[in-house]
């Protein structure tokens, strides 16, 4: 079965930075678009970034600029790193893998930034 587990998240104060990781199990790593996603309160689900297996990345404009993901296939792992960091940035964030018609989904990592 695909497991992705996240960790990284926290409490940081608006202006600083972040990095999230997720350990991808399971899957052939290095061939699957992988990918963030975050969930405020009240709010839908929203992409955040995306990276195919050639390391071709799409941004959400809201974060284009100041998130950058990356993936690392010998550890299958993939990272985001998070800086200038907004109160509106809180959320869940989630990392995906998409095979074929499925995604699998993390737990998740609270990432909260206080004004």
């Known amino acids: 079965q695909v497991q992705l587990v996240e960790s990284g998240g926290g409490l940081v104060q608006a202006g600083g930075s972040l990095r999230l990781s997720c350990a991808a199990s399971?899957?052939?790593?290095?061939?699957?678009?992988m990918g963030w996603y975050r969930q405020a309160p009240g709010k839908q689900r929203e992409l955040v970034a995306i990276i195919i297996s050639g390391g071709i990345t799409t941004y959400a404009p809201s974060v284009k600029g100041r998130f950058t993901i990356s993936r690392d296939n010998a550890k299958n792992t993939v990272y985001l790193q998070m800086n200038s960091l907004k109160p509106e940035d809180t959320a869940v964030y989630y990392c995906n893998q998409r095979i074929g018609l499925q995604n699998y989904w993390g737990q998740g990592t609270q990432v909260t930034v206080s004004s």
């Open positions: 399971g899957s052939t790593f290095s061939i699957n678009a």
